[in-house]
RNA sequence: GGUUCCGUAGCUCAGUUGGAUAGAGCAACAGCCUUCUAAGCUGUGGGUCGAGCGUUCGAGCCGCUCCGGAAUCACCA
């Protein structure tokens, strides 16, 4: 549409004013609602070629166009803004199109699609999930999502960071004061468990440095001199030897944890395509870097650990190599990077990873343009902001860890409270009723954290989350289920949605302000994937939603006489339940039938 | 100290490449269920867009300088 004006602008001002004008100078926006009219046309910028007042140039190309344009009915000229009226006519024959097309995230695919990587979750194996990893899941599984859905063939990732010395502090504390309880005996869930030790071995831990410390010991001292952190130690280097029974604790727990993580990705609804463990390609790194070594692109400080110098690059030295040759995270990252690339051939890989790790990011991109790959080009830190609590940020030691079960179980348990109270699903059977909620419950989650705008740090207020009226999850989804249930009485009433047509109405203006944000759907999809905001999509559902509950409250669908108003709206709804369904699946959240 | 990000209503957040009188929700107050689901709709109050300067016909958005907050600058991951 915009395209079509813009044509004709220019026609315009060549006709009127005989001169070419630059696309970037016609400006056409939305009238603001206050005023009337559909489009705007900015003629500030035309103003060097009419050379006459902003008010005479838009009432001179605002005639042109309303007489050779027929989608043009009418025009008005305030200040420098002309504002076209477009014929209810060209709405109407707009909608049919709209309403014909079979998926509306189809018009969305670009015309080039890419191969594209997106690495989320990342968790540690010794600790269960927690409001940081839903975040995180939830946004690179909506990204995932998105860049699909616009036709790029995407491949999801998860990289496991398996191994370490914060794992072995786990496996030690079960192995001194575990009695050899597994899930099954203490029933618990297997990465419950297993973070269950990893406190235990902190507490204890702690213990012991203050126990030196008193004994006169500097505390940095301590801290390396406790047994247990000795013993910790002494694991790994048994872990990294292949020591038998170390490996075995270590593959027994793991998996425990692993049957735990699959359980709560369910819950939240992501999966992969892909899973690296950093076990497998912490040693992939290690040659590159070697490599890079013998090419003088990094040098070896005396003490034989190996660097690379980025400060050409305006950052600092960076260790890749340990004095004992060890391999540490950055390392690692740079064979995993390496191995995707020849294995995908990747034109993109998007790394989900907080902006806490903006600076590494930054340092593994110049690092592997420096080591001449030129793909690093398309590696992109998908940097998102921290969640904090209204009282500040979640601390483990004070216990204000969040975690993702019991949230998602909270929220589970709020919507079936809040249904039950409502008590509009008594016909349906305990095992219906769960699914319902289960549904609101995690679409209040998800859409609570997507609304945000990803770069920002967000608070999660536990109150406020559990509210589902206004901008929330479960008002899309109502309304979305107040439409399923205008069709389901149309259906009583011998109506086939699939099958009714109308012709020439006449649209209201509430109805065309409702084909105007349809028509918005795909270029906001389109925005959500090239600037990687989900929020761009929660938003516009949020919005879409509003302008029908408005529209549902001032008219009456089934209520219509005329069979033509009827089936208009009736198609109207139609449309508008699909779309908000589509921008909704788009970020992961599911739609009850009803509520 | 260097780098990156953020600062919009009491609170949580929107605000497309610079465009008209900066928008929602929550909270507060006042209304609307005999009619397709009231998890809804309508109205009222609430703002020097952190501050200042600059660019521009026009700045919440761009540039500079401050102020405030977050993250990071590890032989942790």
Known sequence: MEINLKEKIKEAVKIIYNSDVKDDLIQIQETRKDFKGDFTLVVFPLLRF???????????????LTKNFPAVSGFNVIKGFLNLEISNAWWVEFFKKLASEKSHIEACKVSEPETILVEYSSPNTNKPLHLGHIRNNLLGYSLYRILSGCGHRVIKTNIVNDRGIHICKSMLAWQKFGNGETPESSGMKGDHLVGKYYVLFEKNYKIQIEKLVKEGMDEAEAKNAALLMRETRDMLLKWESGDEEVFGLWKMMNSWVYAGFDETYKKLGVDFDKIYYESDTYKVGKDIVLTALKDKILYRNEDSSIWADLTPDGLDQKLLLRSDGTAVYMTQDLGTAVNRQNEFKFDKNIYVVGNEQNYHFQVLKALLKRMGYKWADGLIHFSYGMVELPEGRMKSREGTIVDADDLIKEMQTTAKEVSLELGKLSDFSDEEQEDIFRKIGM??????????????????????????????????????????????????????????????????TKEIELIKLLRKFSETVSAAAAGYSPALIANYCYELSREYNQFYHDFSILGEDDEEIRNFRLILSKVTSEIIHSGMWLLGIEMPERM
């Open 50 to 64: 009419s050379k006459n007042t902003p008010e005479k140039t838009g009432e001179m190309i605002g005639q042109y």
């Open 443 to 508: 679409g209040a989650l998800k859409y609570y954290i997507l609304k945000v705008d990803p770069k920002k740090n967000m608070t999660f207020n536990p109150a406020e989350s559990i509210d589902f009226n206004g901008n929330t999850g479960p008002f899309i989804q109502y309304t979305y289920t107040r439409i399923k249930s205008v069709f389901r009485k149309a259906e009583q009433m011998g109506i086939n949605i699939e099958h009714i047509l109308f012709s020439g109405v006449k649209a209201g």
